[in-house]
């Protein structure tokens, strides 16, 4: 069965520094990985995917994510942190073919000036 | 660009109460689902529907039942709610099995 590992349930950050956001994962064949942000009193929305075609994946607001498979990770980063970005932080691997998602427990992201 | 619609964003319950949360997309998406978030246990599925006209249990189904009214419309009845499922409701859809999926703002009940 596939699931996911977020490490920290809150991560403190100063603006202007680096964001990592560690998730691991546990899958018996190649995973489709998501990760999504929620914002205050909001829906999830998704920040980027891996579905396998690239390791280095790109998503909105600057994040990015690489996928490591001899690490079953798939951790997500921002070079620099703005304070826009404090939300909650989940990742997700997809369980089957109908489009379950697996979520890992989440990840607050605190910004300080 | 209304996406995924859920009534009602808050209620209050009692006890032994039911109700129906109503949840309505516009994408034409073939699949909706309808997850519960707790706190330090991210989103846990409750049931889902892979096409009209077809639906199945998700890891946490007891005290739920669902309908899946037409291709846009997934409803989560509650028909004796209690204290265990104060929660906040989120329902979401998607094209396929594999693509991205679109959630709706949510609905925070309380069961009192």
């Known amino acids: 069965a596939q699931s996911v590992t977020q490490l920290g349930s809150h991560v403190s950050v100063s603006e202007g520094a680096l964001v990592l956001l560690r998730c691991n994962y546990s899958?018996?064949?190649?995973?489709?990985l998501f990760w999504y942000v929620q914002y205050p009193n909001q829906g999830l929305q998704l920040l980027l995917k891996?579905?396998?075609?690239?390791?280095l994946v790109k998503g909105i607001n600057g994040f990015e994510a690489e996928f490591k498979k001899s690490e079953t990770s798939f951790h997500l980063t921002k070079p620099s942190a703005h304070m826009s970005d404090a939300a909650e932080y989940f990742c997700?691997?997809?369980?089957?073919?109908?489009?379950?998602?697996?979520f890992g427990a989440g990840t607050q992201v605190v910004v300080t000036p | 660009n209304a996406g995924v619609t859920q009534t009602p964003k808050f209620q209050v319950l009692k006890t032994g109460q039911s109700m129906t949360l109503q949840c309505a997309q516009d994408?034409?998406?073939?699949?909706m689902y309808w997850y519960r978030q707790d706190p330090g246990m991210g989103l846990r599925l409750i049931y889902y529907?892979?096409?009209?006209?077809?639906?199945d249990k998700g890891e946490v189904p007891n005290g739920y039942n669902v309908s899946r009214l037409n291709k846009r419309e997934f409803s989560l009845r509650l028909e004796s709610a209690a204290p265990s499922q104060t929660s906040v409701y989120f329902c979401?859809?998607?094209?396929?099995?594999?693509?991205?999926?679109?959630f709706g703002q949510g609905t925070r009940l309380t069961v009192v």
């Open positions: 529907s892979a096409s009209e006209g077809t639906t």
């Open positions: 997700a691997v997809l369980t089957d073919s109908w489009g379950k998602l697996q």
């Open positions: 891996y579905t396998s075609a690239a390791t």
């Open positions: 994408m034409n998406h073939n699949s």
């Open positions: 979401a859809s998607s094209e396929t099995g594999d693509s991205e999926a679109f």
């Open positions: 899958s018996s064949v190649p995973p489709y």
